[in-house]
């Protein structure tokens, strides 16, 4: 791994309050946590993400409680897990389905449990997922749609049924042929809005690698979308990451 106080220096400007890395299986459990513990602006997440659902047992959950209990204040919230219905091989078999659902539903129990953030990472399953939730989760609840890039009414029904609910928008909202997540982003509210970049996995326009030290570029082209001024963005969704995660 590398020198995370170099990745730091060479990646995010003078203005950097921190970012959230996440453990949601079992290679990334122990990297997220030498992470967090190796900075004091790293903060993370932890969860079992729904490609990882046919691991998850009495055994990974002891183990998930023991990450969050020896990183203290550094998680702020749980996550990423949810519901992947798109994948070619996880998504069509109705019994992996249904394996994650019945994952996503213990994590959801226990996250609420916890009083922390859900992280939800939710593809092509927005009924089950809502279903779930409705089920689970009390609508005042902090919820952080991760890395959304499903359907427009998914996104409002989830504005409309959880009040602390916020939408995260991808990096790849920059890539000027992606238009669906360019107009995820004028229809959902600024106060409900978060930006991140889900790196390494979602490109951003102009470079080769993601890191969370673009976020400035996303930011300007969520204001450009919005045709707002860029400082009023960047300052409405650094008080909604705030509000959410405590950081």
């Known amino acids: 791994m590398a ?4 990745v730091v220096d060479l ?3 003078e203005g950097f309050e921190g970012c959230i890395t996440q453990g949601c299986d079992a290679e990334s459990l122990p990297l997220a946590k030498q992470l967090a513990l190796s900075h004091p602006l790293v903060f993370v997440s932890f969860g079992c993400h ?3 659902a046919w691991f998850y047992n009495d055994e990974f959950e002891a183990t998930l409680m023991s990450y969050i209990k020896s990183c203290g204040n550094k998680v702020v919230g749980f996550g990423e897990f949810g519901l992947d219905f798109s994948h070619p091989y996880y998504g069509p078999d109705e019994q ?3 394996t994650q659902r019945e994952v996503f539903a213990r994590q959801l129990q226990l996250a609420v449990k916890l009083s922390m953030p859900l992280v939800i990472h939710s593809r092509d399953a927005d009924q089950d997922t809502l279903e779930l939730m409705r089920a689970r989760v009390p609508n005042t609840h902090k919820v952080h749609i991760h890395s959304h890039r499903g359907t427009l009414s998914f996104m409002k029904q989830m504005l409309e049924e959880w009040s602390h609910a916020y939408i995260g928008m991808p990096g790849i909202l920059t890539m000027d042929e992606d238009e669906h997540a360019q107009e995820l982003v004028r229809q959902c509210p600024l106060e409900r809005m978060l ?9 951003i326009k102009g470079h080769w690698l993601s890191h969370p030290g673009l976020i400035p570029e996303v930011v300007a082209k969520v204001a450009e979308l919005k045709g707002l001024d ?3 963005v960047a300052t409405a969704l650094r008080e909604n990451a705030h509000a959410l995660y405590g950081i």
């Open 11 to 13: 990646h995010f400007g």
């Open 50 to 52: 729904p490609k990882s």
């Open 230 to 232: 860029l400082r009023k």
């Open 3 to 6: 020198d995370i106080h170099g």
């Open 96 to 98: 992996n389905r249904q």
């Open 195 to 203: 930006v991140e970049t889900d790196a390494p996995y979602l490109p």
